[in-house]
T-cell receptor, first 113, second 112 residues
Framework: DTGVSQDPRHKITKRGQNVTFRCDPI?????LYWYRQTLGQGPEFLTY????????KSRLLSDRFSAERPKGSFSTLEIQRTEQGDSAMYLC???????????FGNGTRLTVT | GDSVTQMEGPVTLSEEAFLTINCTYT??????LFWYVQYPGEGLQLLLK?????DKGSNKGFEATYRKETTSFHLEKGSVQVSDSAVYFC???????????FGSGTKLNVKP
């Protein structure tokens, strides 16, 4: 169990640029989640996958955000045309099937200038 | 919809003091309840959990009891240490464990 891995740890980008983050879940965890956390707040649900199927997306997730999990293993989260309001910590978590808690990665901190 | 409300921080205590962080929830059905801890620069780590009413979760000296009658899951520790300084998040998951909802977090500062 090597834990959930996220890359990069930090990303600074200029407004209007596209960014992509990667998450490698714990192997054999078939559920993968993306959350966003802003300063002083708890994690806010964005989307989740069961294997390669994206089962739910938050209504808060604009069309500029897209996530994929093409082979049911790692996942990517892309933000197009970034805005300053996108600055946040993006957290990935995974869990095996069934009644299990989330296991989080250390997150990717995005700063949009 | 499902939600979690926890006491605002920061909470500042001296070492060896008693800790309580309040958490209440709103949920349909039979949620499971969790406490997560986040140390600076790190992701969230599961601290403890309880999956049904009257269950008590415990870990590292922390405890929380699932109280359905008061819809609460307060976190307690009898004697805090400086190393307990972190942000604590209360969370719930619905019946099917598909979605998890988090409170806004309570920052704990423990002074020597």
């Amino acid at each position: 169990d090597t834990g959930v891995s996220q890359d990069p740890r930090h990303k600074i980008t200029k407004r209007g640029q596209n960014v992509t983050f990667r998450c490698d879940p714990i192997s054999e965890h078939n559920r993968l989640y993306w959350y966003r956390q802003t300063l002083g707040q708890g994690p806010e649900f964005l989307t989740y996958f069961q294997n390669e199927a994206q089962l739910e997306k938050s209504r808060l997730l604009s069309d500029r955000f897209s996530a994929e999990r093409p082979k049911g293993s790692f996942s990517t989260l892309e933000i197009q045309r970034t805005e300053q309001g996108d600055s946040a910590m993006y957290l990935c978590a995974s869990t095996p099937q069934g009644r299990s808690p989330l296991h989080f990665g250390n997150g990717t901190r995005l700063t949009v200038t | 919809g499902d939600s979690v409300t926890q006491m605002e921080g920061p909470v500042t205590l001296s070492e060896e003091a008693f800790l309580t962080i309040n958490c209440t929830y709103t949920a349909t059905g039979y949620p499971s309840l969790f406490w997560y801890v986040q140390y600076p620069g790190e992701g969230l780590q599961l601290l403890l959990k309880a999956t049904k009413a009257d269950d008590k979760g415990s870990n590292k000296g922390f405890e929380a009891t699932y109280r359905k009658e008061t819809t609460s899951f307060h976190l307690e520790k009898g004697s805090v240490q400086v190393s307990d300084s972190a942000v604590y998040f209360c969370a719930l998951s619905g019946d099917n464990f598909n979605k998890f909802y988090f409170g806004s977090g309570t920052k704990l500062n423990v002074k020597p």
